[in-house]
């Protein structure tokens, strides 16, 4: 049995010379051994956020997930989006079920209570226009296309017939027609 290759760890190698659990520590933020948080270490951090809050963001030091780029925490018992969590505390409940916690300052990550605010979906992604973090296009985590795709789909308008098209680039007609008529939000 080979044992984690961690200092003090007496588990089982399982991949990359480390146990499970190492392993996944590294795999989620590059450091076999970073993880382990004191008990209320990230509570602790939130009223200090709150409490001091200034001008400059409050990013948040621990878990962010890496897909849509917002921090998350186990926070009163619930596993919560903590910029949302931190809009509660100081500025109450949402008006309706519908609005979102918006950061004025367009960081995702960050829990300065003075960037955040109750708004609507609509106000929510006029901010995010505004400040240039609205993700659409190639900078969704699951486009289909690049930009250079989408500039060859509109040169190719009338050149070649659409169906065609639709084969090279593995989209649908209706996808084809959107971008070469501007209509998609997918730019090139």
Avoid at 32 to 39: F, L, M
Wanted: hydrophobic share 30%; proline share 4%.
């Amino acid at each position: 049995m080979v044992l984690c290759s961690v200092e003090g760890c007496e588990n089982e190698a399982d991949r990359k010379g480390w146990c499970t659990r190492h392993y996944m520590r590294a795999r989620r933020n590059g450091d076999p051994t970073k993880g382990n948080r004191a008990p209320g270490e990230r509570a602790a951090f939130v009223a200090m956020a709150i409490s001091s809050a200034g001008d400059d963001c409050s990013i948040w030091p621990f878990f962010v997930n890496k897909r849509n780029g917002y921090a998350q925490s186990n926070l009163e018992g619930r596993y919560r989006l903590v910029h949302r969590f931190v809009c509660e505390k100081v500025h109450g409940q949402p008006p309706s079920t519908g609005h979102q916690a918006a950061h004025s300052c367009g960081n995702r990550a960050c829990i300065n209570p003075n960037h955040l605010s109750w708004k609507t979906p609509l106000e929510n992604e006029a901010d995010k226009e505004r400040h240039g973090t609205k993700r659409w296009g190639v900078k969704l985590h699951n486009a289909k296309l690049t930009s250079d795709e989408v500039i060859a789909i509109r040169v190719l308008r009338g050149r070649i017939p659409s169906a065609q098209i639709c084969e090279i680039f593995g989209i649908d007609k209706a996808h084809v027609s959107a971008i070469q008529l501007g209509k998609s939000r997918t730019r090139g």
